[in-house]
């Protein structure tokens, strides 16, 4: 299993619904800021939001495990190998990111380095 770097590409804000729906002061997420990294196997990293790991983690550990061995999707998304852009559930103040796959081998809590 390798690690799959997490990289903060944007945090969005969605005016028009927060106005409608959100509460007042409502800003953009202030768990994560553009260019903050992660490195993730099987584990939500440490800092990465709960609700962020939800909506991402089934990407990450496929990447960690070694897919895509192409392009996602039959190569209609991400026109890159070994990477994927994704957000999270968020719907009034997304954030996206991107994620890479790695070399670095990922080290089970307890299993001595290789």
Known sequence: MRKVKITVLKTTFQ????????????????????????????????????????????????????????LWYYGDWIKVPGVAIVSCNDGLRPVIFKLEATDITSVPPGTPAP
């Not at 994560?32 to 993730?40: C, E, I, K, P």
């Not at 983690?57 to 895509?68: K, T």
């Open 15 to 70: 005016d028009d619904l927060a106005k409608e729906y959100g509460i007042d002061g409502l800003s953009t997420c202030p768990f994560h800021n553009v260019g903050q990294t992660f490195l993730a196997d099987y584990a939500k990293p440490e800092g990465l939001c709960d609700e962020a790991w939800k909506a991402i983690y089934q990407y990450v550990f496929a990447m960690a495990h070694g897919a895509p061995n192409g």
